[in-house]
């Protein structure tokens, strides 16, 4: 993906660089046109994966935000997830409020609690700072356990129901197809503008050299705070849709193994490009399922494909991409 | 000439050890001034502390007339005072253009939310940025290098990178930190041309450095020694201290 400008050649003939453009817009028209009409040949079970896929795209990006353009890790997001898809769910089947004051409920938990977790945390680093977003991740659990008088404990809260949208029930995988992934994609292209404003450039300056980017007059804590609560409202947007998809929420979705999952999504698409977290949470929701035929040693093939992926790839399924468009690209104006 | 920047008494220990002691200068609007001493003398220390990375245990930095002892780094980068330093530290990650272009973060005010829904000032803040980058890549003749990622750079291009980073930002007082460290000969004296003509153009400079060579270009300079300022003046009247000759240069 063209993350920077700079990454175009400006060596390169203006004609050229239109054909360029054309045969991405080509890939890229492609790529939607087998996304517009994959349900109508793929099976229930792969479009529920790809279902998966779009909500951990949601949840993902805002820590591979955090990660590829702040430097910080955050194991932290299951606990936003949770809090969307509780508060929905609570807020639903108790008082029979309408899904958009479910969702607003876990968005503004989340970003109050991120905001309160994040201010003082958020002076650590490194690896302290990772482990201080464990232990959010921990407690979160324990309390979505604990708290059974509001998440049902174990037991879970069901009966929530599908998403309407307009008198159209999103009750099916497929349905909830078309709404999750032009969220993700909003989404997306938000970060995208964001990476690419004044404000992504004091990110990516306070991850590479945070002191130069005090100097500049980058409030680094600030900074950091504003993007760790924005990561927590993807977290809990992709929560309530997730609750909202599968009609149950118990605390076995929210544990720390989660948190993990985001992580390795965002670490194996490529934390520094936004299609990464698209391609890492396809990767995180596909394989193990494709992995699964071979029974039990399924789990060892996974962390199999991992070790390679993050030995040949280090920079990620997005960093890959874009290396590879950048050497396409610079072939091209060569010949 | 009004003091731009006054430092007033100032004192700070490291685990008992007393680094700096007393010290006192000022540096006067307009002027090349350098600081200088011998390794260990708290050259770091004092400019760790004028630029906020420290706080003083005692005394007064006043800037503008304005005491900022207790400001923090970017506040104080907000009021004009812009520092560079030893290591040059560079976005490693971005290029040249981008590395310069984050340099006028202070000059565009488009915050988050606008950054997201991609605003019409959130754009009019990337174009402002840019056309500033590309000036000073053109002015510190960096337009060759440009769209080359800046961890890349040899190091004396780096630190051009940084030079130029800081000019964007518009500086009222520019700090720099041992600027000549890991240049040769012929990029120190491209060096001095350059900072003498920021200076014909108005810009104060504060100038740490232990190269005798750079500092000829300073208008006044204070001698830091294990903490002391032991002299200031010219630099015919520092070359002629006795105290200098003995603690700095050996003689």
Known sequence: MKQFESEVPSSLPASRLRSVRYRMWGVVAVLFALWAVAPGFASRSVIDMLVFSGLYTIAGLGVAFLLGQCGIVSLAQSVFYGIGAYSTAYCTTHYGWPAPAGFAIGVAISAAIALAVGWPVLRLSGYFLALATLALAIIGQVLFTEWDWLTGGTLGIGGIPHLNLFGFVLNSPQRFYYLVWPVAALLLLLHRNLLRSRTGFAMRAMRDAPAAAAVLGVDNHLLKVKVFVLSAVLGALAGSLFAHYVSFVSVDSFGVDRAINFLLLAVLGGAKTVLGTVLGALFITIMPRLLSRFGDIHAVLFAGCLIAAVIFLPEGFGGALGRMAQRLRARQART | ?251
């Open chain 2, 1 to 251: 000439m009004a003091a731009l920047l006054e430092v007033k008494q100032v004192s700070r220990s490291f685990s008992g050890l007393r680094v700096l002691n007393n010290v006192s200068f000022a540096v006067e609007a307009g002027g090349i001034i350098g600081l200088i001493g011998p390794n260990g003398a708290g050259k770091s220390t004092l400019f760790n502390i004028v630029s906020g990375f420290l706080a003083p245990d005692a005394g007064l930095v006043l800037y503008q007339g304005h005491d900022v002892s207790r400001l923090s780094v970017p506040a104080r980068s907000r009021s004009g005072l812009v520092r560079t330093f030893q290591t040059p530290q560079v976005f490693a990650n971005l290029t040249v253009r981008e590395n310069i272009m984050a340099g006028s973060y202070k000059q565009t005010a488009s915050g988050l939310t606008a950054g997201l829904l991609g605003t019409p000032r959130a754009r009019a803040d990337i174009a402002r940025m840019r056309a500033a980058a590309d000036a000073a890549c053109e002015r510190f003749g960096l337009t060759r290098v440009v769209d080359q990622l800046a961890g890349k750079l040899p190091g004396g291009q780096q630190r051009l990178v940084e030079l130029a980073r800081a000019w964007v930002s518009e500086p009222a007082l520019l700090c720099l930190d041992e600027p000549s460290s890991g240049l040769n000969s012929k990029e120190v004296a491209r060096l001095m041309q350059t900072l003498q003509r920021l200076n014909r153009e108005g810009l104060t400079i504060l100038l740490v450095s232990h190269d005798m060579d750079l500092v000829t270009i300073a208008s006044s300079i204070h001698v830091l020694c294990f903490g002391e300022i032991i002299a200031s003046g010219a630099l015919t009247q520092i070359q002629a201290d006795a105290r200098v000759r003995e603690a700095y240069l050996g003689l």
